[in-house]
């Protein structure tokens, strides 16, 4: 949680700074992280994969297994950061301009792209070491490296932005470079930590396949859950420019200050339920795991809940940190008031689904958030918004039904599914269980 902290602070910062510029350019960033997130997707969906093996091997104390794991993972993400790079230096404006951006916003934000997509192999490697890490039970060694990295991100972005002291004025594009950053020094430090003996986990030479096949199995749903996400983001910030740029900036606003205040406690409880379910597997106790994912919730409605309650009284307050635009804050503030009333859903949905993940289950969280993105978020928000013409407040709406809906899916999964069989029958496949 200390860690995802200062990690939404940094994102938070860059709406602050933009928003020094104009709304057109927190749209620019708003729009261009559409795009960032498919990296941050797939780094997150390895990183699905490896902390769902490396908690079970640790369980099962089954190192030689759970390094290999880690290594394999690393190497597939580096590689796969690789397209992103080009995308973002030939495609970067014009993927922006597709969304239905005006001329200027879609310079900014193709600019901003090509400046982070840069270092798209490096965030790969960065989310995927960091839960190798958290999955043998080492949160602290990802958090110390992750809280330097992040201070010296916000510095930069303040620094090379606004152009303070003795560091030139670069607006956007100083936000970017200061990302770019951030992702290259937290890459580095944890391939340090890892090959200088500094965590329990190690690099291991890559040859067993059935190591490589479980990790993309149980990746590949949660990488196509974060796409299919990402994907459902695109029409739905359309349907957002449909009425204004002010309300598209208001809504990533919104959602930024939601981030800030639940986002850091939500994440932090998501990779715990993770950990501590794929350690019970491991040590072959699937009660435990089921207790360990049920507790975890029930912590996570109880304080999410209460931080979603105070946004929700606290909106107004809260959206004016970022812009002094009349019309921007009524409809931020709107935005915040629905995802403070969402906090407790969307917090039990995230917990659950990272439970599922320590049991080798990533289908049913895919299905649970593709469902409700397209169905509520993107559909919804479009039938009752547009096309029956009842504006900003279907979209409201729809957010609010999307989190319910997908709570409703992936907690009948973990209530009734059968995760934990199939987490002991992966386990035994790879040798981790006669290793114990």
């Not at 990746?219 to 990402?230: D, H």
């Not at 809260?318 to 995802?339: E, H, I, K, P």
Request: hydrophobic letters at 50%; a neutral charge.
């Amino acid at each position: 949680m200390a860690e995802q902290v200062l990690r939404t602070m940094m994102r938070t910062t860059d709406i602050i700074v933009t928003g020094l510029f104009s709304p057109a350019a927190v749209a620019a960033i708003g729009l261009a992280d559409l795009y960032a997130r498919l990296p941050l997707r797939i780094g997150l969906g390895l990183g699905g994969g490896a902390i769902a093996l490396s908690s079970q091997d640790t369980g099962s104390d089954a190192t030689a297994n759970r390094d290999e794991a880690i290594t394999q993972a690393i190497v597939i993400g580096a590689l796969s950061g690789i397209p992103f790079i080009l995308f973002g230096f030939f495609l970067g404006e014009t993927a922006i301009s597709i969304l239905g951006a005006p001329a200027e916003v879609a310079r900014m934000g193709g600019t901003y792209l090509a400046v982070i997509f840069a270092t798209a192999p490096a965030r790969h490697v960065a989310l995927v070491g960091a839960r190798s890490l958290q999955g043998t039970g080492d949160t602290r060694t990802p958090m110390y490296i992750n809280v330097v990295s992040n201070l010296l991100n916000i510095g930069g972005t303040v620094a090379l932005g606004l152009g303070v002291g003795p560091f030139p004025r670069l607006h956007i594009v100083g936000v970017g470079i200061a990302t770019a950053f951030g992702n290259l020094f937290t890459a580095v430090a944890l391939l340090a930590a890892i090959y200088g003996g500094w965590t329990k986990a190690s690099f291991a030479r890559p040859k067993d396949t059935i190591i490589a096949r479980q990790l993309l199995t149980v990746s590949a749903p949660r990488i196509a859950e974060g796409l299919a996400a990402t994907i459902a983001e695109f029409p739905f910030n359309s349907i957002l420019l449909a009425f204004g740029t002010d309300v598209n900036a208001a809504y990533q606003i919104g959602r930024r200050m939601y981030q800030q205040v639940t986002g850091p406690l939500s994440r932090g409880y998501s990779v715990a339920s993770s950990v501590v379910v794929g350690q019970a597997l491991g040590s072959g106790d699937p009660d435990r795991a089921r207790f360990e994912g049920w507790a975890t919730g029930a912590l996570a409605v109880i304080t999410v809940g209460g931080v979603g309650l105070a946004l929700f009284f606290g909106a107004d307050w809260f959206v004016g940190f970022f812009t002094d635009d009349s019309a921007t804050l009524d409809y931020a503030a709107d935005f915040a008031r629905v995802y403070g009333l969402s906090a407790p859903f969307l917090a039990l949905f995230v917990v659950l689904s990272g439970a599922l993940q320590g049991g080798s289950d990533t289908r049913t969280p895919f299905v649970a958030r593709t469902t409700g993105m397209f169905g509520f978020l993107v559909g919804f928000s479009w039938l009752v918004g547009v096309h029956l013409g009842y504006g900003v407040p279907g979209v409201y709406a729809g957010i609010f039904c999307y989190y319910v809906w997908a709570l409703l899916v992936v907690g009948a999964g973990f209530r009734w599914g059968g995760w934990a069989d199939r987490a002991a029958k992966m386990m035994e496949e790879r040798g981790s269980v006669e290793e114990a």
